[in-house]
Structures are given as structure tokens and as C-alpha cells.
């Protein structure tokens, strides 16, 4: 039997109500209902498609089928035309934007947000105790300031919740979501969209929002870090004042005069064709205050500080050159210890300048450790590399490059040369003028400066009045007390017997208290003086001298009196170290050069 004769006694078989396969015969859904006016069918007649068509559509079923189909069309056909039509009127009147939330924007914008109207009203929200980079409760729909206790509550918006809210006679909706951002990671978006012609209403309302926020966040500035390909903000902080900096007369205005004097002379720069860049180079003794300089200066020209790390993991010359190319405009590029790169791992490697200065005035000018710049890398940055990026960093307007090190001598000279590192400034370690304003403004009731009346309430005998040693079973000493040799881990102290010692708990560290008698500005220079007479120059860092007043908080006739057994003490800690730490061959001559170690003991001793 061909085909078409079986598809012939099929078609026979349905017309008739039963079909008959392999001698069984089966009953059809249309058995009973007589098929209407269907032509009869000839084998020939079968062949022919249109024949065949017109056979299936004299079907009554597939012309009701036929017909929900074409309605079903037009409908869906409607239904896109006039969504397309209300995206396109959408699209002519309104302006829709996104921001990502962890970018300023998306901040300024929550901020702003935080003080509306819609919002102090709205019934749904989330709760949050993120920061919003502001200290205070930034997003909050009171702006009151909560409990300094645990951490402040921020409300937010809702996620796919949209706030519809009135901006200069635009009508504007802000949607809160979250979106996928990689397989495992999400992200949340702004969505706000404005009835408006022109995109001025918007810029007006980031403006806007951004103006809030920064006035806001007027007294601080932003710290942002470098990873592998972006900067990440770590931490807002006050800004530092300039003169909590205690330098040698001079010094802060050379660096601060400059760089104002940079950022106001664009125009200068670009007459004369001169790439409007300025890099500065800050060396010399560690803890001698170069990065906290750096911050005050920042917080004094209100830039942020861009903290360029060269020897964090996978950085290597193009990633480098991403991270710089994600700079803004202006800001305050920071490359902290800028020999580290150039170093086998990041020890600090030179010799420790508090130690020479305490030891014997013929070693001093003892050349320093030479150093192979360029071919010991640690990090994958190579010499060209970093210059490439510093180069980069002044191809964009007014940033202020700022680099440290200790190790000036490891620094190539490419790497100094003017239009890199234009200006170089040398921190040494503190001098007698340092020393007194240390002290006179370590011990100055704040606001005395100003106040020359200030009432003195000096106690006649401090030590009696509780002010002097620590009293009591509990042994409170400070970690720089307590460290007696550098090559040897602090232990706590013991105390007087044992069964005290079982009774009462033993603390290492600085105690605080802000309890202290006041002195007048004419008492505090007087002892200012006592006290810089005491301390040789050039032999102690800022930083290890403000540890050394740390543990004196409240007592500042024990630090005068006690100073000078201090700097017996360290120099006596200092000849030790020194001698452990040199090799067998020459002890003397370690000195000098043994100043790994060294560095370690500073750390110890700082708290
Ligand atoms: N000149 C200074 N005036 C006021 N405080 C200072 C000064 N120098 C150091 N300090 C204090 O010492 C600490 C360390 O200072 P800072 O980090 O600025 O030193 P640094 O020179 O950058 O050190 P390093 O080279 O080790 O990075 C800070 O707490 C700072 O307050």
C-alpha cells in the first residue's frame, strides 16, 4: 500500500468517524458529529496544497481557532503600539537617570532625599545603620542627632518602592532598587525620573543634592584607597587643623603657599603651555609629621585624598595606570613611602635617625646604606611603570601629586625630577622649637591661645591631688615604660606582691583621663621651655615625643621632671638595641646600619 492511499483511507476513515490501524478499528472525537459539507476527497485532489488548504479551513474548528488567532494578534499588536508610543512620549518628556548607590552621586542624592518633604512622610522605608560617609545620621527624617552610644539609624528609601515628589515645577520619581551585578553580587540603584525637556532641572536637582551634602559634610574630607582597579572609599575624617601641625617656622606655609598658588594658576600654566601639575616631595625622619601635613593641607584646600598604594597585591604598571586613569580631577594623589616599591618587601630599610642622633656625634655622618633602586621589585611595578603613572597623574588639571619616604637616597632621579616631584621637603627630627609648642600646646586648655585671661587653677601640690603617679592596686604603665629592650615583647608589669597580683588586674597601655590642672599660657610656656632645655635636638621624632606626653596626659610637672631620666633611658635602650643587633664582625659599626630593628623599637615604644 503507497501513501497515498493510506492517507486516503484516513482521511476516508475520520470522515466516516473510524479509523482502522493494523486491523483495529478506533473510534475518533468526531464519531458521532457528522463532519459538515467537507468535499469529497480524490487521491489527486489530495496532492494539490491549495486544495488541501481550503479542505482544513472548511474545518469549522481551525476557523475558530484561525479566528481567537487574529484577535489575539491584534490585540498584542495594540498592546505594543501603545507601549511603544508611551515609551516614545515617555522618552520626549521625561529624563531618566540611575545611580549606583555607593557612588557620591548616589549619596548626595540619599542625603538630599533624607530632607524632603515626601520622604519625612513617606510610609515606607527601610532602616539602615550605614554611615552615609557623614558622621552624623545623614539619612534620618529628623537630621537629630542619636544616642553617641551603638551606631546611628539611617532611614532610606524602600527598595522598588518609587517616591513622587514635586523639583522646581518638575514632577519627579525616584525608585530605590537592586540589580544583579555578577553572578553572586548585587547592587542598588537610584532611578530618578523628571518630566522635563532638558536635562538643566536635573543638574540643578544633583546640584542641589550635592550642595546639601557637602555643606553637610563641610569639616571633612573623603579618604579614598587604591585596589587592583578602582578607588574604594575607606573613611570620611575631620579635617585636621593646620595648626595642630608643629613644624619649623615656615615649613607649613612654603607647602600650603604653593599649592594654593598651584590651583589658582591654571590659567598661568596653560599660556605658557606648561602641563598644569605639581608634585611634591616630602622626606626625612619617620613619625616626623609628613602625612599628617598632608592631611591637613588637603582638608585646608577641601580636596580628597587619593592614597596611591604601590606594593598592595596585583598592582603592576597596568593596573597602575587604570587606577590613575580613574582620578578626578581635583584631589590630592598620596604615594606614601614611594622607595617601598623599588625595596624587597616593605621594610623600612635605612637607618633609624633617632639612633644616630643619640649615638656618638663621629658616626653621624656615616653614609647610609646604598640601595639598588630598580632591580629588587617586590610589588610587579617597574621604574618606567611608576613614572609612566606619575606622569598620568599630571595629565589631568589641578591635581596635587604629594610622595614620602624615609629613604630619599633610594629615590631615583628620574623619579624627583621637577614636573614629577617639583618641590622637596625634608622633616627632620624635632628641633627645640618643636619640642616647646609640643609641649605648651600639648598642655594649653583649648581656646587659652586666644584667651590670655585664662584663670590659673594649678593645684599646689598635683601629685597629692591624685594628678601624680597612678594610685591604687591597679599598675597602669605605658607600653613605652614598660618596653626596657627592643629586642624583647612588652610584658606586663609585675605588681607588688602576689597576692595583689591575683586581686587586681595589671594594664598595659595609657590610661586616659582628661582630669588635669589647668595652666595658664604663661605657665605652660614657662614649663614649654623647661622641658625643650631638656630634650636634645634633632634626637626624637614628633611622634615619639607626643608618646612620651601621652603617658603624662595630666601631669605636666611630671613630664618636665621626669624627662631627663627619659632621654637617659632611651639612649641607654638605644646603645642596647644597637649592640644586639649588630653583627659579630664589628659592633660599632652596626649602628648605623642595623636600622630595621630600630624602626621596630620606635613602633614599640609609640602608642
Ligand atoms: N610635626 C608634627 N606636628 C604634630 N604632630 C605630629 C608631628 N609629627 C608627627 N606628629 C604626630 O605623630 C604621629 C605620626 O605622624 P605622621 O604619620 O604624620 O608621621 P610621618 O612622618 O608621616 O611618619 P612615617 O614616615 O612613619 O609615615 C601623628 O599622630 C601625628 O599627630
Known amino acids: 500500500m503507497d501513501a497515498v492511499s493510506i492517507l486516503q483511507s484516513v482521511l476516508t476513515a475520520i470522515q466516516s468517524g473510524s479509523v482502522s490501524f493494523n486491523g483495529t478499528e478506533v473510534l475518533t472525537a468526531n464519531a458521532t458529529a457528522p463532519l459538515p459539507t467537507a468535499a469529497p476527497i480524490t487521491p489527486l485532489s489530495l496532492l494539490q496544497l491549495p486544495t488541501l488548504i481550503a479542505h482544513v479551513l472548511s474545518l469549522s474548528v481551525v476557523r475558530d481557532w484561525l479566528k481567537l488567532l487574529l484577535i489575539g494578534g491584534a490585540l498584542e499588536l495594540c498592546r505594543r503600539f501603545l507601549t511603544s508610543s508611551w515609551s516614545a512620549v515617555k522618552n520626549y518628556f521625561w529624563i531618566t537617570v540611575t545611580l549606583e548607590e555607593g557612588d557620591d552621586c548616589g549619596y548626595w542624592l540619599l542625603y538630599w532625599l533624607s530632607k524632603h518633604q515626601v520622604f519625612r512622610t513617606a510610609r515606607t522605608l527601610d532602616v539602615s545603620t550605614r554611615t552615609f560617609r557623614i558622621d552624623a545620621p545623614v539619612v534620618s527624617d529628623s537630621g537629630e542627632e542619636e544616642s553617641t552610644k551603638g551606631r546611628n539609624i539611617s532611614f532610606l528609601p524602600s527598595l522598588d518602592t518609587t517616591y513622587h515628589l514635586w523639583y522646581n515645577y518638575h514632577y519627579v520619581s525616584v525608585t530605590r532598587n537592586q540589580v544583579n551585578d555578577g553572578p553572586w553580587q548585587t547592587k542598588q540603584t537610584l532611578r530618578i525620573q523628571m518630566l522635563a525637556r532638558n536635562h538643566e532641572a536635573l543638574r540643578a536637582l544633583l546640584l542641589e543634592a550635592k550642595k546639601h551634602y557637602l555643606n553637610a559634610s563641610g569639616n571633612m574630607i573623603s579618604i579614598y584607597v587604591s585596589t587592583s582597579d578602582y578607588w574604594k572609599l575607606m573613611c570620611t575624617q575631620n579635617k585636621r587643623p593646620l595648626k595642630s601641625i608643629i613644624l619649623d617656622p615656615g615649613m607649613i606655609e612654603l607647602v600650603l603657599n604653593d599649592a594654593k598658588d598651584f590651583l589658582a594658576s591654571k590659567d598661568w600654566y596653560a599660556e605658557r603651555g606648561i602641563p598644569h601639575c605639581r608634585g611634591f616631595l616630602l622626606y626625612g625622619a619617620p613619625g616626623a609629621g609628613k602625612t599628617s601635613l598632608i592631611h591637613s593641607i588637603a582638608g ?308
Open 300 to 607: 585646608e584646600l577641601n580636596l580628597d585624598v587619593y592614597i596611591l598604594s604601590l606594593t598592595r597585591m596585583g598592582m603592576d604598571d597596568s593596573t597602575l595606570n587604570s587606577v590613575i586613569a580613574e582620578l578626578p580631577d581635583k584631589c590630592i594623589v598620596l604615594v606614601e613611602d614611594i622607595d617601598a616599591a623599588f625595596h624587597k618587601g616593605i621594610r623600612r630599610d635605612i637607618a633609624d635617625p633617632e639612633k644616630q642622633n643619640l649615638d656618638a656625634p663621629e658616626k653621624q655622618g656615616q653614609p647610609q646604606q646604598e640601595k639598588d633602586a630598580s632591580d629588587s621589585i617586590s610589588s610587579r611595578i617597574t621604574l618606567s611603570g611608576l613614572l609612566n603613572a606619575l606622569d598620568g597623574i599630571g595629565a589631568q588639571e589641578g591635581r596635587i601629586l604629594f610622595a614620602t619616604t624615609n629613604d630619599y637616597k633610594a629615590l631615583d632621579p628620574a623619579l624627583c625630577r621637577p614636573g614629577r616631584l617639583d618641590l622637596h621637603v625634608e622633616f627632620k627630627l624635632t628641633s627645640k622649637y618643636q619640642c616647646r609648642e609640643l609641649f605648651r600646646r600639648f598642655y594649653l586648655p583649648s581656646g587659652a591661645d586666644k584667651d590670655e585671661k585664662v584663670e590659673e587653677k594649678e593645684l599646689t601640690d598635683e601629685k597629692d591631688s591624685g594628678y601624680g603617679s597612678p594610685s591604687g592596686s591597679v599598675s597602669i604603665t605605658s607600653t613605652s615604660e614598660s618596653s626596657p629592650s627592643p629586642s624583647t615583647p612588652p610584658t606586663p608589669p609585675s605588681t607588688s606582691s602576689s597576692s595583689d597580683s591575683e586581686l587586681s588586674a595589671t594594664y598595659v597601655g595609657i590610661a586616659h583621663s582628661s582630669r588635669g590642672p589647668t595652666l595658664s599660657p604663661k605657665k605652660a610656656a614657662e614649663l614649654a621651655d623647661r622641658f625643650a632645655a631638656l630634650v636634645p635636638n634633632r634626637a626624637f621624632s614628633m611622634a615619639t615625643l607626643q608618646g612620651y606626653l601621652m603617658t603624662y596626659k595630666t601631669r605636666p610637672y611630671d613630664a618636665v621632671d621626669d624627662v631627663e631620666a627619659w632621654v637617659e633611658k632611651k639612649k641607654r635602650e638605644q646603645k642596647a638595641g644597637a649592640r644586639s643587633d649588630a653583627p659579630s664582625s664589628g659592633a660599632d659599626d652596626a649602628s648605623a646600619s642595623s636600622s630595621g630593628s630600630s624602626r621596630t623599637e620606635a613602633k614599640t615604644e609609640e602608642p
